[in-house]
């Protein structure tokens, strides 16, 4: 089964950087895409990455230049690399994964509701 941990998360000002991880296992099962969600409360979550096991990448607009995911599939690992961090990046950060083939097919980027693993999430708060 493909478990998720996140790390990286804390306090930062705004304008500054934070790198969070997500270190998966599990994926020796499968091919699997791997996304960055993240979360308010009373919103809903909201895809921000996601990148495939052949380094292609997807970015919502509120992340295009300003965020980076990258991939250490040795190490199991996919980052998020985060600059100019703005108030309204404040949210708990999820890493999450789902299968990047429906039978043959292979579906990039995959619909919200394809994501079958999560991990736990990491808080970032960026203060103004």
């Known amino acids: 089964e493909v478990q998720l941990w996140e790390s990286g998360g804390g306090v930062v000002q705004a304008g500054g950087s934070l790198e969070l991880s997500c270190l998966a296992s599990g994926f020796a099962s499968g091919d699997y895409i791997v996304a960055w969600f993240r979360q308010v409360p009373g919103n809903e979550r909201e895809e921000i990455s996601c990148i495939s096991t052949h380094g292609i990448t997807y970015y919502a607009e509120s992340a295009k230049g300003r965020f980076t995911i990258s991939s250490d599939a040795a190490r199991n690992l996919v980052y998020l690399q985060m600059n100019s961090l703005k108030p309204q990046d404040t949210a708990v950060y999820y890493c999450?994964?789902?299968?990047?083939?429906?039978?043959?097919?292979?579906?990039?980027?995959?619909?919200?509701?394809?994501?079958?693993?999560w991990g736990q999430g990491t808080q970032v708060t960026v203060s103004s």
């Open positions: 999450a994964a789902a299968p990047a083939y429906k039978g043959q097919t292979f579906y990039f980027p995959p619909a919200n509701d394809d994501y079958r693993f």
